[in-house]
T-cell receptor, first 115, second 113 residues
Framework: EAGVAQSPRYKIIEKRQSVAFWCNPI?????LYWYQQILGQGPKLLIQ????????DSQLPKDRFSAERLKGVDSTLKIQPAKLEDSAVYLC?????????????FGPGTRLTVT | GENVEQHPSTLSVQEGDSAVIKCTYS??????FPWYKQELGKRPQLIID?????GEKKDQRIAVTLNKTAKHFSLHITETQPEDSAVYFC????????????FGAGTQVVVTP
């Protein structure tokens, strides 16, 4: 089966600019996650969707980050305006069902550099 | 919330030797513990996981042990090979947290021939 797809793979922007990332999960996976992975750290969950509804966005900096999953399939994550500390790899993951114990499959990530 | 600590941050082993990575978690309600391997520039991939009703699980050269009382779990890699070189992440999840994973900081494993 096809894996989780993400684009772009790399993005360089200046601070205060905006950027958007796209994710296409594995077909049939109801749950979608966006993680931020800063260099040298483990992934940190930003937001979790079940179909097109938000399950957890407690760690999403809502003053600058937004995400949506229209129609419960593809998702976009937006940063506006970007800060230097947003430089990281943004990973999208999906799992078949909601809840602990279901494997999360990760996409290749988008490496964002904010200058 | 859940907090996961992982040690060591780097681990260098000779090919053929064993490698052990240890993680501790803070929330006793955590009941799912996956381990992910991330090669340089690639996506994290699940290599093994364990649930709280099991004390040990093995898959060929890798094994995971769980001590619920002490709230720690470990990854064991035996007969290490150069292709085992990667960053390994442990994680913990609470069943009623909708599958939210709290990751450790990662261990860079380097296997030298």
């Amino acid at each position: 089966e096809a894996g989780v797809a993400q684009s772009p793979r790399y993005k360089i922007i200046e601070k205060r600019q905006s950027v958007a990332f796209w994710c296409n999960p594995i077909s049939g996976h109801a749950t979608l996650y966006w993680y931020q992975q800063i260099l040298g750290q483990g992934p940190k969950l930003l937001i979790q969707f079940q179909n097109n509804g938000v399950v957890d966005d407690s760690q999403l900096p809502k003053d600058r980050f937004s995400a949506e999953r229209l129609k419960g399939v593809d998702s976009t994550l937006k940063i506006q305006p970007a800060k230097l500390e947003d430089s990281a790899v943004y990973l999208c993951a999906s799992s078949l069902l909601l809840g602990g114990g279901y494997e999360q499959y990760f996409g290749p990530g988008t490496r964002l550099t904010v200058t | 919330g859940e907090n996961v600590e992982q040690h060591p941050s780097t681990l260098s082993v000779q090919e053929g030797d064993s490698a052990v990575i240890k993680c501790t978690y803070s929330d006793s309600a955590s009941n799912y513990f996956p381990w992910y391997k991330q090669e340089l520039g690639k996506r994290p991939q699940l290599i093994i996981d364990i649930r709280s009703n099991v004390g040990e699980k093995k898959d060929q050269r890798i094994a995971v042990t769980l001590n619920k009382t002490a709230k720690h779990f470990s990854l064991h890699i035996t007969e290490t090979q150069p292709e085992d070189s990667a960053v390994y992440f442990c994680a913990a999840s609470i069943n009623d947290s909708w599958g939210k994973l709290q990751f450790g900081a990662g261990t860079q494993v380097v296997v030298t021939p």
